[in-house]
């Protein structure tokens, strides 16, 4: 009987919590709803005109969904893999997404809804928007020896547009031309404005500790990946973190453009990352999601770079002459050649 109870109780914490999974058709568009136990970790893997792929990270089983009809969802595959559930969440029709998370209890909801009629867009390369980060009243971060984050972004863009328009054909727009002050919104409008293919916000990062160097690559995401991404996306936002969709219904207001871009907005901040990473010589650590208001409204792929750390001394005197720079201004081209390639 005492071992009975001993096997009972031993089973019940050990299996794993479940998520919830369902879906229902709005008047405009359709949503699956994964609710889990307690917040949990998520990455968009794939996604495209007719599905979406979501890792669902950590040990949870899914109930079985019952099936409904839906204008526009047509299935949702469940796989367990060794990261965690894989969902594929397959549409009928050539449809936009969106995904958001809300609290209590936590949930993932995607909407999905039919792409309107000759929006698509064919992806070509012809208009790249540089955005020198900082400027004016706000310098950015300080290097030890005194260098402003807004002065180099400014070179570092300026040297950049000139290498990509010579290498790729490409035109390139910069969102400030001197030292002004540019709102975030008006970064992304002037990336939207051009039609832009694609956005990239250039910074230079800060740390206490002198000796962290190397690239640190960001795109997209409701919520950040960890608290140092966050931290970071609230100070390079400068307050403006707090007009960002959080956890409600200001989220809904999030623009379906930019959630279509979260993928290859990734593989971008991948490729980028990888060749910094190595021309700097340091471990790729990968790229991160960070809630960035400059990469918001932005209808393309967008992505923000920390290039390297200012606060290393080394690296504040390697930044400041012609040579280094070159170097990392020509891995940040072979970054997006790579990308590119890797388009289907
Ligand atoms: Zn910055």
Redo the contacts with the bound molecule.
């Keep these: 009987m005492k071992k009975a109870f001993l096997f009972f109780t031993l089973a019940f914490f050990l299996l794993p919590q479940g998520l919830k999974i369902r879906w229902a058709d709005q008047e405009k568009f359709s949503r699956l709803v994964i609710e889990a136990p307690s917040p949990v970790e998520y990455d968009v893997r794939d996604s495209g005109e007719f599905y979406i792929s979501i890792l669902i990270k950590g040990n949870f089983s899914a109930e079985p969904i019952p099936s409904m009809e839906s204008k526009i969802l047509s299935s949702l595959q469940v796989n367990k893999t060794p990261e965690g559930t894989l969902l594929t969440l397959r549409f009928k029709k050539s449809s936009l997404w969106k995904l958001f998370e809300i609290e209590n209890p936590f949930r993932i909801l995607v909407d999905v809804r039919e792409r309107p009629k000759g929006k698509v867009r064919k992806f070509a390369l012809r208009t790249i928007v540089l955005d020198p980060?900082?400027g004016g009243q706000e310098d950015?971060?300080v290097g030890r020896g005194g260098t402003r984050?807004k002065d180099l972004t400014l070179i570092f863009c300026k040297e950049l547009k000139k290498l990509l328009e010579s290498s790729l054909g490409v035109r390139v727009i910069l969102t400030r031309k001197d030292d002004s002050f540019v709102g975030l919104d008006e970064r992304t409008a002037i990336a939207n404005n051009a039609k832009a293919d694609m956005f990239i916000s250039i910074?230079?990062n800060y740390s206490d500790d002198p000796t962290v160097k190397g690239p640190e690559t960001y795109f997209l995401s409701s919520t950040a990946t960890d608290r140092e991404s966050r931290l970071l996306a609230y100070k390079?936002n400068m307050g403006e973190f707090s007009s960002a969709p959080n956890s409600d219904i200001g989220l809904i207001l999030w623009d379906m453009a930019q959630s279509q871009y979260l993928y290859q907005s990734s593989r971008l901040a991948e490729a980028i990352q990888r060749e910094l990473a190595s021309e700097v010589g340091v471990t790729n650590r990968g790229v991160k999601q960070a809630p960035f208001a400059v990469l918001m409204g932005a209808t393309m792929p967008a992505i923000l770079v920390e290039v390297d750390f200012i606060s290393n001394p080394t690296e504040e005197k390697l930044l400041l002459t012609p040579e280094y720079r070159k170097r990392l201004e020509q891995a940040i081209l072979r970054g997006i050649r790579n990308y590119m390639a890797g388009l289907r």
Excluded: K, P, Q, Y
């Design positions: 980060g900082h950015g971060a984050e910074h230079f390079e």
